[in-house]
């Protein structure tokens, strides 16, 4: 996921990025059944090309994960869950990053500490991007090299997941380190091409930015 520039954050000003309570649950999905449903969720914003309906979408992640930390405080599933619906509402509502982008961090690092390996090692792989690609001090939590120490933890407990492959990637590139940079995304491409021999839905996704990535000169930004 891609964040606001610098500058926007800037003049958007600040809006909270939750509601002081969740809405009243419309079922009793498990943890695990709204981190796919939040998933799913991102799936559809990234293909969907209204800005109504994106912005319907966020709000509909946004409420799902609310739900489920009100019914299972604390559950990793939860918190990695709203984390990333609380990525997308940054994205598309630029004055919700400030706040939005602290409480990502705070959920992230307990979904790290509970079950590190979650979602392939999401919870290490999202917080290596977030700091990556946020604005660094004094606008954001931006910090590469931080961001780097991330995308490594995820890859040692799942390398042969591409995304994790392409996050170490990036932070590489992003740090100055082009040649370990491009030799991590060849690696994402060799395993994202299998995937999608294979039938991966996700896998032309992957390779096509690990391809940029193996074309990139320098900063992967």
């Known amino acids: 996921m891609r964040w ?10 600040c809006a909270p990025a939750l509601r002081s309570s969740p809405p009243p649950a419309a079922d009793e999905r498990d ?10 969720i991102a799936r559809r914003i990234e293909a969907e090309h209204d800005a109504r309906t994106r912005e319907a979408l966020v709000t509909a992640a946004i409420d ?9 405080p604390d559950h990793p599933e939860c918190d990695y869950g709203l984390a990333l619906a609380l990525g997308l509402q940054a994205r598309e509502r630029p004055s919700t990053a400030a706040d939005g982008l602290k409480r990502m961090i705070e959920r992230l690092r307990r979904a790290q500490a509970a079950a590190a390996g979650l979602d392939s090692g999401g ?15 004094p606008l954001g939590p931006g910090d590469p090299e931080a961001a780097l120490a991330e995308a490594r933890k995820a890859v040692a407990l799942f390398p042969d997941y591409p995304p994790n492959q392409l996050a170490l990637a990036e932070a590489l590139l992003t740090t ?11 690696q994402a491409l ?19 930015e690990a391809q940029r990535l193996v074309a990139s000169p320098g900063a992967a930004r």
Do not use: F, T
């Open 31 to 40: 943890p695990a059944a709204s981190l796919a449903a939040i998933q799913a």
């Open 123 to 137: 919870p290490s792989r999202v917080l290596a991007l977030l700091l990556l690609r946020a604005p660094g001090w």
């Open 190 to 208: 060799d395993r994202a091409r299998l995937l999608e021999v294979q039938g991966n839905r996700e896998a032309s996704k992957w390779v096509e």
């Open 176 to 186: 100055g380190e082009e040649q370990s940079g491009r030799a991590a995304a060849r």
């Open 4 to 13: 606001a520039p610098a500058a926007a954050l800037l003049l958007a000003g």
């Open 64 to 72: 799902e994960g609310r739900r489920c930390e009100a019914r299972a």
